[in-house]
C-alpha cells in the first residue's frame, strides 16, 4: 500500500516532508508558514528518519497555513517482532508545539492515518512516556488498547488492534 502525499482529515492536512523541510529542520532555517515554535526537538529528531519518496516518512500536522507540529511513521510496515500472526505493523508518532494541544488536533490527525492503515490491514504501534497524559489519552480515544510492556527507552508500548 503506497499512502498518498497529502492526507486531509475535517480541519487538518497531512503533508509528507519535502527535502527543503527536511534541510531547514536540520540548519535551524525557518519555513514560512511554520508556528514559532516549530520544528521541536522532536520534529528534528524525525527529520533523521525522513527519506525522500517514502510515503511512511514524517508528514506536517498543518491547521489552515500554519504547521503545528509533525506525525508520521518510523518505516515501512513490517511482521510484529516476537508476534506470528502474520499481520505487518508500523510505528507511529507524534507531536505538536504547546500552544496547539488540546484541541484535539493530534487525535485527529492519528485518526487519518489510522484510516489509512485500516483500510490496508497494517497494525499501528506507538511508545509513549509512562508521565505523558496528553498522549495516552489521545491514543486511548484511537483504540490503542494492547499494553505490550516498555522498552528499552522505558516508554509504554501500546498497540492498536485492527477493527
Known amino acids: 500500500m503506497v499512502l498518498p502525499a497529502v492526507v486531509a482529515t475535517e ?3 497531512l503533508p509528507l516532508w519535502t527535502a527543503d523541510d527536511v534541510a531547514a529542520m536540520r540548519d535551524g532555517v525557518r519555513r514560512p508558514g ?15 528518519l525522513w527519506r525522500a519518496g517514502d510515503p511512511w516518512a514524517p508528514r506536517s ?20 517482532a516476537g508476534l506470528e500472526d502474520g499481520i505487518d505493523e ?18 485527529e490527525a492519528l485518526t487519518g492515518l489510522l484510516e489509512l492503515t485500516d483500510a490496508a490491514g497494517i497494525r499501528v504501534r506507538a511508545s509513549v512516556e509512562p508521565d505523558n497524559k496528553a498522549s495516552i489519552r ?5 483504540r490503542f488498547t494492547q499494553l505490550r510492556g516498555a522498552n528499552e527507552d522505558g516508554e509504554l508500548v501500546m498497540a492498536r488492534p485492527l477493527p
Open 61 to 80: 500536522i498543518v491547521r489552515g497555513t500554519t504547521v503545528l507540529g509533525s506525525i508520521g511513521f518510523f518505516g515501512p510496515p513490517e511482521p510484529a
Open 34 to 48: 511554520w508556528h514559532a515554535d516549530f520544528p521541536r526537538r522532536d520534529d528534528r529528531d524525525a527529520a533523521t
Open 11 to 13: 480541519r487538518l492536512r
Open 90 to 107: 508500523v510505528e507511529v508518532g507524534y507531536g505538536l508545539v504547546a500552544e496547539a494541544r488540546g484541541w484535539g488536533f493530534a487525535t
Open 138 to 142: 489521545v491514543l486511548a480515544k484511537c
